[in-house]
């Protein structure tokens, strides 16, 4: 191979690494940060791009998909001095690669730190129990904390969760117990308000039945009332005379004394009873 040849093969190479090395392919949702000579010229966006060798550096590819960041459980105290373990868990995206890559030196490392800080002041002034059911107000106070915090280093913090809240041990023994009793105190009311509802329903119906038992003797009474009406009435209708009424008293105390009675009274004035039926039948006339 002769000397020219070899020059030739070599200027290729060159040539071939220096393209090589100018060009550039950015991922979709990830960026480049480019420096040129040591100093930030641009920010490379999806697609394919050609830099200067030897004078640009491109930096590793910054992912600008959203990241969730799940950290340790950190001790906090609250308001009454109640030392609780609270891990969070928080959800944040690259929104400026040449902010993040130069606003602050290990920027998960930051966010971590940032958010205990920010948890221990905020639940600082907290009582236990109003930690344990302002989960929402905690969690939205650490969002926009974050979020201000965070600009600066081109990161957008979207969502932060506490994930767990671990009270001392004793105190979720007295809790547990403060549970049972609460749910024991509901079972009792519903116990007493089903009796009482029954007991009601039981009461309403021996009502009814009251009711309807004395509009049957009612209608008895008035039946009875009626037929005895009736038939005086077609006594008066027939004109029974004083001898036709004396012999029905004599066959009503004949039916009397066959009956179970083991005293009768037999009034002397049977003749003035005669003449009591007689006036009744006038009445009934007039």
């Known amino acids: 191979m002769s000397t020219f040849s070899i020059v030739l093969i070599t200027i290729a190479s060159i040539v071939l690494i220096i393209l090589v090395n ?38 590793a590819p910054i992912s600008l998909k959203e990241k969730v960041a799940d950290f340790q459980p950190q ?22 690669p040449k902010l993040f890559s130069y606003g602050v030196d290990r920027p998960i490392n930051a966010i971590e730190n940032l958010t205990a800080t920010t948890l221990r ?3 600082g002034d907290l009582e236990l129990d109003e930690t344990l059911t302002s989960r929402d107000m905690v969690n939205t106070k650490m969002r926009i904390i974050l979020d ?13 969760e506490l994930k767990n809240i671990l009270p001392p041990a004793d105190i979720q023994n007295a809790m547990e117990k403060q549970m049972r009793a609460e749910r024991e105190r509901r079972e009792s009311i519903i116990r007493a308000e089903g009796e009482k509802r029954s007991n009601i329903l039981v009461a309403e119906g021996e009502k009814e039945a009251a009711v ?11 039946t009875e009332a009626e037929g005895q009406a009736m038939a ?23 039916k009397l004394a066959d009956g179970q009675a083991t005293k009768i009274i037999v009034p002397s004035n049977i003749q003035d009873i005669a003449g009591l039926f007689a006036s009744v039948s006038e009445t009934l006339k007039k």
Do not use: C
């Open 75 to 96: 001790p906090v105290i609250t308001k009454d001095n109640v030392t609780m373990q609270i891990d969070t868990v928080v959800y944040f995206q690259i929104t400026d």
């Open 121 to 123: 002041n905020i639940v």
């Open 148 to 160: 201000e915090a965070t600009d600066p280093w081109g990161i957008k913090v979207n969502r932060v």
């Open 212 to 222: 309807l038992r004395a509009e049957a003797i009612k209608i008895k009474l008035i």
């Open 232 to 254: 005086i009435k077609k006594i008066v209708d027939a004109k029974p005379d004083a001898a036709y009424v004396t012999l029905q008293g004599y066959e009503a105390l004949i």
């Open 22 to 59: 100018s060009v550039r392919l950015v991922r979709q949702s990830t960026a480049v940060v480019v420096e040129r000579l040591g100093k930030y010229n641009k920010t490379l966006q999806t697609g394919l791009h050609l830099i200067i060798p030897f004078f640009d550096r491109a930096n």
